[in-house]
């Protein structure tokens, strides 16, 4: 692998997509210079400003944007702008140059020309072109330069969507491809693919056939826009926006463009015509319905006649737009409690109804032709799966899903209903392969055409996935698995709806303490799917509050409690490597690991206010400890507590781990922030290794917690009264915010006192348990449950 350091790198255009490089960049720490075009009004200036007007208004929109490009806004201090006449030569300082341009073949070139004149031997030359071929764009370039350039094609957001495909041409220097492969992996936190020079490359290759070939199914099967976003999303493991919000994101003119490129360009694709662009939607772009971009697609955002927003749908007969209809169909409604998503697609492709129909169709026709694009657009079978999971955020790749339904049993389907099959795959068969993927000793092996043998996938090590050491597991119960997942070290994880904490879990934890203690060096507490977990289980608290069961309500918070304090107080290290959502009890058990190794994408925050309670599983008690910790000579000890106090009070949620750092949630210098969430496992088990390796020795229960009683009590008080007034807090936030705050002072005492972390508990458990009393908590707990957001009462 090639050995440089990047300190600095230069993005030449600020578009949308190299703003947003510029900002994924400094997001890792990277100093970033940020260059475009002069304005032609301020050619003949020599005025900066306006000779950086374009570059600099581009990259207030893109902080400005929602969701952020960025982790912290701070992160901005690293971007320096400027302009390709003014500033071109300071490309000499960097040591990776990336070219974000407009997709003009002639002007890439002219850029390229410039940059000549001022790159130093040796750096990084990389474009993130979607659209021309990339071994045309270093014709004519000096051989250093074509021996370091590449193509690194980042998706849109740079920072959430996390495929870089990695286009090579034939003279890249291939300890460069291997350099950014494994830099885009550990460092940009990317799903790094390696990809050919083909037209579209991987994802947007087999992502829009996916999409062109839903829109001639449309037409066959006499379905609508509702009905194909209804079947075509998370129901199938897909992201919310299917396929038709899909393009109304991404821009219909850009699908269209992508279609046609590989119409144009892909003349011996069997699968053609699927790219063809149905009359209807040429109509779209003709009369300029883009999408987002341009107001209404598939969708427009109108007006009701009672003046509400709603949501209406194109007819693609009529070119129309009427009210949503929300679809009826027996499978999925059959469905609906299956969280399992390869249960649930097993089920959905069985059924007779419509619904069945369209997703067989669907689904042959996908696994033909990524069964014909090996070894068109990759020898590899893992790589398209990688692209299509990280680049258009699918749950299980279409080589896994075709595992799912059993590859045997689907290809006598598909070739039944007219759908034909690569030989590759028929080959496989015969020779008594039955799937793409297998497990051997908690590793992934993918099926290997060119050899006819299964090979480890890459990052196998760096990638630990607890639920391939099925045949090591060591104890489990109906929600948890508990695994041995090498080196003496114990992993666990669960599977419930969100991911939520009850009962079971709790007693999973437990155990899997005890067997750690016992036999291993220590554990991490991790999970599958897309978020670590939302938290205690609500339905559970409602159930037992409504019934007024409190001894059993108490007994549930005990048990919480007590579990979290085993997190923090066991013989082993136990470290949490959330990732996604990791919100209430979730973030209390990140409270209270040894270490945390978060994703970099990892949104957490105590929230149980929004839903009328405190946190109650020691999330307020450790937010006190952390509190007492934080308090110094030079600033008023108040202070510190009402910062803790409002990070609780007002249910802040971190839209970043770098962000939780500030929340002061994770500990700086301790917990570990883990950009590329596929590693956070084995970081997790890199980090219990080193603490116990280092001589762990179990840390003692406090009891010098110094909590400030009715010196702060009153002050707490005050905001509480003032931000009520204001009409910032409704009467129930009021009395909810008040029984935080006794609880942080440590409740009514004369002056500040040292207490311990089980005195603070006691306190946390018997608000928590008031609380559940109140009706209006009742309301909002209730509110959450059927429809997922808190009432305001």
């Not at 003279?171 to 350099?179: G, L, N």
């Not at 001894?551 to 304090?565: C, G, P, S, V, Y």
């Amino acid at each position: 692998m090639s050995k440089r350091i990047i300190k600095k790198i230069a993005v030449l255009g600020s578009g949308v997509m190299g703003s947003r490089i510029a900002c994924h960049f400094a997001g890792i720490g990277v100093q970033v210079l940020l260059l475009d075009i002069v304005p032609k009004d301020a050619e003949t200036s020599d005025n900066k400003a306006a000779r950086n007007k374009l570059v600099n208004d581009a990259l207030q929109a893109a902080i400005k944007s929602n969701p952020s490009p960025v982790y912290t806004k701070d992160v901005v201090k690293r971007i320096t702008t400027g302009n390709f006449d003014d500033n071109l030569k300071e490309i000499g300082t960097c040591d990776w140059v990336i070219e974000v341009v407009v997709e003009r073949l002639d002007i890439k070139r002219s850029l390229y020309e410039r940059v000549e004149q001022f790159r130093k031997p040796g750096t990084l030359i990389t474009s993130n072109t979607s659209g021309i071929p990339i071994g045309m764009l270093s014709e004519g370039r000096s051989d250093d330069f074509k021996k370091h350039f590449c193509g690194t094609h980042f998706f849109n957001p740079p920072r959430y969507l996390r495929l870089l495909e990695i286009i090579p041409t034939k003279d890249t220097d291939p300890a460069i491809v291997d350099f950014l492969m494994h830099y885009g992996d550990l460092y940009l936190g990317k799903t790094t693919v390696l990809a050919k020079d083909t037209p579209a490359f991987i994802a947007n290759r087999i992502g829009v056939y996916g999409m062109m070939a839903i829109f001639g199914l449309i037409d066959k099967m006499g379905m609508t826009i509702d009905d194909i976003d209804a079947l075509t999303g998370p129901l199938i493991g897909r992201p919310k926006s299917a396929t038709f919000r899909t393009a109304d994101v991404v821009g219909i003119d850009t699908l269209v463009k992508v279609a046609k490129g590989v119409y144009d360009n892909c003349p011996q694709d069997e699968a053609r015509e699927t790219f063809q662009i149905p009359e209807w939607l040429n109509k779209v772009v003709a009369n300029n319905w883009l999408g987002d971009k341009t107001g209404q697609g598939f969708f427009s955002k109108r007006k009701s006649a009672t003046g509400e927003k709603e949501i209406y749908t194109l007819d693609l007969k009529t070119l129309e737009y009427g009210p949503r209809a929300k679809p009826k169909f027996a499978s999925v409604d059959a469905t609906k409690p299956v969280d399992d998503l390869k249960q649930r697609l097993k089920m959905l492709v069985a059924a007779p109804d419509k619904a069945g129909e369209f997703l067989r169709h669907f689904h042959y026709g996908l696994f033909s032709y990524i069964s014909h694009r090996i070894p068109e657009i990759s020898d590899e079978v893992y790589r398209i799966d990688d692209a299509m999971m990280a680049g258009f955020g699918w749950e299980i790749g279409a080589f896994e899903s075709w595992d799912v339904l059993g590859v045997e049993k689907t290809v006598q389907a598909m070739q039944a209903a007219g759908y034909s099959v690569a030989p590759w795959v028929e080959e496989m068969l015969a020779s008594g392969n039955k799937s793409f993927y297998k497990v051997e000793g908690g590793q992934t092996l993918c099926y290997d055409p060119q050899t006819k043998t299964y090979k480890p996938v890459p990052g196998g090590k760096d990638f630990i996935i607890l639920s391939n050491f099925k045949d090591k597991i060591v104890w489990k119960n109906a929600a948890c698995n508990v695994y041995d997942i090498g080196d003496e070290v114990l992993g666990i994880q669960w599977n419930t709806k969100m991911n939520s904490i009850g009962g079971d879990v709790l007693s999973g934890i437990n155990k899997a303490i005890e067997l750690a203690e016992k036999d291993y060096k220590g554990l991490v507490i991790a999970n599958e799917g897309p978020n670590f977990s939302a938290g205690a289980n609500v339905g559970m608290i409602f159930m037992l509050a409504i019934e007024q069961e409190y001894d059993e309500l108490d007994f549930a918070i005990r048990l919480f409690q007590n579990t979290m304090m085993r997190v923090r107080y066991s013989s082993v290290p136990v470290v949490v490597a959330p990732h996604g959502l990791a919100l209430g009890g979730a973030c209390e058990m990140s409270l209270h690991a040894d270490k945390c190794c978060p994703s970099a994408e990892t949104y957490t925050g105590l929230v149980e206010l929004g839903v009328g309670l405190i946190p109650g599983g020691g999330g307020t008690k450790e937010f006190v400890v952390r509190a007492s910790d934080d308090m110094h000579e030079d600033e008023p000890e108040t202070i510190t507590l009402k910062n803790r106090f409002l990070t609780i009070a007002t249910a802040k949620v971190a839209t970043s781990a770098q962000e939780a750092f500030g929340l002061g949630i994770y500990r700086k210098g301790l917990d570990e922030v883990v950009m590329n969430q596929n590693r956070r496992v084995s970081e997790a088990k890199k980090s219990v290794l080193e603490l116990s390796d280092s001589g762990y020795v179990m840390p003692l229960q406090r009891k010098d917690v110094k909590v400030l009683g009715r010196s702060a009590l009153g002050a707490l008080y005050a905001g509480i009264h003032g931000m009520h007034q204001a009409g910032y807090a409704t009467d129930h936030d009021t009395v909810v915010a008040k029984k935080l705050a006794y609880v942080m002072c440590g409740g009514d005492l004369s002056e500040p006192t040292f207490v311990s972390e089980q005195y603070l508990l006691d306190l946390e458990r018997e608000a928590f348990l008031s609380l559940c009393g109140e009706r209006k908590s009742l309301e909002r707990i209730q509110s959450v449950l059927k429809s997922g957001k808190p009432v305001r009462n």
